[in-house]
């Protein structure tokens, strides 16, 4: 009863919430806009329609931004995401609106409605998350590992001792040696346990009413993408390689078509700012291409705006970027990146097929061979045509390590989906503002593995 008490009590903060927020919209809408429309008989029924379309539209942008979750993330997390979310939802319904009075409708009442939200968003973050806190304790909670250690460590990094109480970690022999220890916690945290080890802990665990949270491996995520049958009379798993529907492909590259051609036509003042920018600066090119990978290992020369010097590689040898301490970039390579304009060029490289919209970032032939001598399943991200965004640049770091970048592009492969790839398309708008996504690698590496952190994670986390 006290999780069905939780879960409800949450869901009724989160609902007196959207319903603020879509009453502000309301209160627009209302005293301004449902006067103005070129509609005749829009009266009680289409005036509830709208704002029941809003309360939908803010609800799905909610989701993808994650702007309503309390418990995992701190109060400024919580008010970012949801100013984002204001942002996309409320731009979305002035479209409606205008075409539903069939011209450009005065924004100025939905701008008073938005600092309005914003204002609501602050304050309701603030309660709700000294509230969750208040009223629900930290679960008591153990960390169990076997070659990845620091788990409790990313806890406290992410502000989460609130929500788990650490009580002991473990090394996954010690734990098999006493179950009984596991009983009265609350959750628990597997982290890079072999599968005949991490099974007899779950099962425990589950009898047991404990929560268990896993950091999964390779075969872990190849699995969750398999197709449950029958044969034999037995329940089956079918795994196999990446083959999405003809209609999936095809609604994919309609999209990727159309996502390009808008783009470029949009950002074409911004195109010919930037190659003037460069150009003026130090008198060199305007484009840079470069080797990458894509599908089935198949090479193609990928397009950005330069950001470093022309000698950037003078010595021949492969290095990713250590971010803004990087001297080689130039100073108006340090804007053009933190913008993401350097990437612009790549809508070219989608018209041409070469690229999708979303899908695994490609990477360069000689650094991918680098990964592939101590991580083999690299190859495996190959099955899909690589992205301009992906699972792993939304959901991760520009340093995360190539082992759970690996995962992350593996789950999106696994679980095909355009409505995953549009979540994606809404979320990488996220990351856009956030500097932690463009964090560079240890100064001089030629690859992320060269970190330290890096090499222990990688090293642990494939056996």
């Known amino acids: 009863m006290e999780k069905y008490k939780h879960e409800l009590s949450v869901a009724l903060i989160k609902f007196i919430y959207l319903c ?7 209160a627009a809408w209302f005293v301004f806009y449902s006067r103005h429309l070129y509609v005749r008989g829009f009266y009680f029924w289409g005036d509830w329609c709208v704002i029941a379309l809003y309360f939908v539209i803010f609800l799905v942008m909610a989701r993808t931004y994650e702007a309503t979750i309390i418990s995992m993330v701190r109060i400024s997390e919580m008010v970012y995401s949801q100013v984002l979310t204001l942002l996309v939802a409320d731009g979305l319904i002035f479209v409606v609106i205008c075409l539903l009075s069939r011209r450009l409708v ?67 022999s010690d734990c098999l040696g006493d179950l009984s220890q596991l009983r009265g916690l609350d959750s628990v945290f597997l982290s890079g346990i072999r599968s005949h080890d991490r099974n007899i802990i ?42 999405p529907s003809f209609w999936y492909l095809f609604i994919k590259r309609v999209f990727d078509i ?19 920018a460069i150009k003026a600066g130090d008198g060199g090119p305007v484009f840079y291409s470069q080797v ?43 804007v053009i990146r933190k913008c993401r ?37 690299f190859r495996l991200r190959l099955q899909a045509k690589c992205g301009l965004t992906g699972y792993a640049q939304v959901y991760g770091k520009y340093n995360t390590t ?33 500097a932690d996504s463009t964090e560079g690698v240890a100064e001089g590496s030629t690859t992320a593995m060269d970190q330290p952190a890096v090499k222990a994670a990688d090293k642990t986390g494939r056996k």
């Open 292 to 334: 990458r990978l894509t599908k089935n290992g198949r090479k193609f020369r990928i397009l950005k705006f330069r950001s470093m010097r022309i000698d950037a590689e003078k010595d021949g040898v492969a290095r990713l970027s250590t971010g803004d301490k990087d001297d080689r970039i130039t100073p108006v390579g340090h």
């Open 106 to 172: 005065n924004v100025l009442p939905l701008l008073l409605a938005a600092a309005a939200q914003i204002a609501l968003s602050v304050v309701w973050s603030v309660i709700s998350h000294k509230w969750y806190y208040a009223v629900f304790p930290p679960q008591k909670s153990a960390v169990i590992y076997d070659r990845r250690e620091g788990m409790e460590n990313l806890v406290r990094e992410y502000g989460l001792d609130k929500k788990f109480r650490i009580a002991f970690t473990a090394r996954v």
């Open 258 to 276: 159309a996502v390009s051609l808008v783009m470029l036509i949009l950002t074409s003042p911004i195109f010919l700012a930037t190659a003037i």
């Open 402 to 434: 190539p082992y759970d970048k690996l995962q992350m592009d593996l789950m999106y492969i696994a679980h095909p989906s355009f409505i995953e790839d549009l979540k994606i398309c809404f979320a990488t708008v996220k990351i856009l503002f956030m």
């Open 20 to 26: 603020a927020v879509t009453a502000a919209f309301g």
């Open 202 to 243: 779950l099962k425990y665990c589950i009898a047991h009413d404990v929560e268990v949270y896993v950091i999964p491996r390779i075969g872990d995520v190849i699995m969750s993408g398999a197709r449950q049958i029958h044969m034999f009379h037995l329940p089956m798993l079918r795994v196999g390689r990446y083959r």
């Open 341 to 377: 304009i350097d990437e612009l060029p790549q809508l070219i490289n989608i018209l041409k097929g070469e690229v999708s919209v979303v899908g695994p970032r490609p990477e360069r032939p000689e650094i991918a061979a680098r990964y592939e001598k101590t991580m083999p399943e």
